[in-house]
């Protein structure tokens, strides 16, 4: 089994900035890539950002192009999110989610994030 641990959220003022930490521990070679998702509640969970464990191929939501930044540290199997210049709208519950072979669909607990204005 595969199992995603967030950490790193917190509370921040507008124009602040978190790094977001998930972990991976399981059977890693089934994961081919790492997405963080963001919701609030109420809302559906949407995908901010995307990171493949090999190659470091990357995409981001629109919304947090020049803001946000995802990156991995292979050899701790942890996946980072650098949120800089948050905004208000950021703020809520930020997923990991890990994909792979052989159906792995795997997500992370969340950790969750306050912007105050």
């Known amino acids: 089994q595969v199992q995603l641990v967030e950490s790193g959220g917190g509370s921040v003022q507008a124009g602040g900035s978190l790094r977001l930490s998930c972990v991976a521990s399981?059977?890693?070679?089934?994961?081919?890539?790492v997405g963080w998702y963001h919701q609030v509640l109420g809302r559906e969970r949407e995908w901010v950002a995307i990171i493949t464990t090999a190659g470091n191929i990357i995409d981001y939501r629109e919304h947090v192009k020049g803001r946000f930044t995802i990156s991995r540290d292979s050899a701790k199997n942890v996946v980072y999110l650098q949120m800089n210049n948050l905004k208000p709208e950021d703020a809520g519950v930020y997923y990991c989610?890990?994909?792979?072979?052989?159906?792995?669909?795997?997500w992370g607990k969340g950790t969750a994030v306050s912007v105050s204005s």
């Open positions: 989610r890990g994909r792979g072979d052989y159906g792995v669909d795997v």
């Open positions: 399981g059977k890693l070679f089934s994961i081919s890539s």
